[in-house]
T-cell receptor, first 114, second 107 residues
Framework: EAQVTQNPRYLITVTGKKLTVTCSQN?????MSWYRQDPGLGLRQIYY???????DKGDVPEGYKVSRKEKRNFPLILESPSPNQTSLYFC?????????????FGSGTRLTVV | GQNIDQPTEMTATEGAIVQINCTYQ??????LFWYQQHAGEAPTFLSY????GLEEKGRFSSFLSRSKGYSYLLLKELQMKDSASYLC????????FGDGTTLTVKP
């Protein structure tokens, strides 16, 4: 089944403790992206990647890191999480988001930083 | 920068037709997308418009006017399962999403 898999689905952590949210897609998509979704603020792009070893900042990159060493994986790293990073995170992939493909989203990771 | 506006909430009756509007201001344009997101779930791709006009997909249609920076999503023969948030997104090199319109379908 074609899908984007992200883990974990739920995570509660403490301020300052490094964490990684994994994302993997099995559709051989070039494009991958991370979004966070907050009430009243919609989906905001954190980072995106157009291919292996190519990453770019989105609208809200501060406090996050990503890497794209393989086409299928695009992990999101929070080196020192803070409470304002409590949010619902979505990983997404696309053959080409500028054409009639759209993004396929993962199921989401609900992160709480206390 | 990019700015996308859509109404926050709408309510409609089962079996009716509803139109959800989206206006945008972007530097560059590669296409406009509509996504559906049920509460607690991931968004799913509904439609794509890059040329002016209407694209129809079953009960859902999407319209685009590039000169006006305007799109709408038309849902016909509404069903209870259509209660969801509908997100308008514009791709101009990268994809930017509106805040979404929460549609409630009542019996």
């Amino acid at each position: 089944e074609a899908q984007v898999t992200q883990n974990p689905r739920y995570l509660i952590t403490v301020t300052g403790k490094k964490l990684t949210v994994t994302c993997s897609q099995n559709m051989n998509h070039e494009y991958m992206s991370w979004y966070r979704q907050d009430p009243g603020l919609g989906l905001r792009q954190i980072y995106y990647s157009m291919n292996v070893e190519v990453t770019d900042k989105g609208d809200v990159p501060e406090g996050y890191k990503v890497s794209r060493k393989e086409k299928r994986n695009f992990p999101l790293i929070l080196e020192s999480p803070s409470p304002n990073q409590t949010s619902l995170y979505f990983c997404a992939s696309s053959l080409n988001p500028g054409y009639n493909y759209g993004y396929t989203f993962g199921s989401g990771t609900r992160l709480t930083v206390v | 920068g990019q700015n996308i506006d859509q109404p926050t909430e709408m309510t409609a009756t089962e079996g009716a037709i509803v139109q959800i509007n989206c206006t945008y201001q972007t530097s560059g344009f590669n296409g406009l997308f509509w996504y559906q997101q049920h509460a607690g779930e991931a968004p799913t791709f509904l439609s794509y418009n890059v040329l002016d006009g209407l694209e129809e997909k079953g009960r859902f249609s999407s319209f685009l006017s590039r000169s006006k920076g305007y799109s709408y999503l038309l849902l016909k023969e509404l069903q209870m399962k259509d209660s969801a948030s509908y997100l308008c997104a514009v791709n101009a090199g990268k994809s930017t999403f509106g805040d979404g319109t929460t549609l409630t379908v009542k019996p």
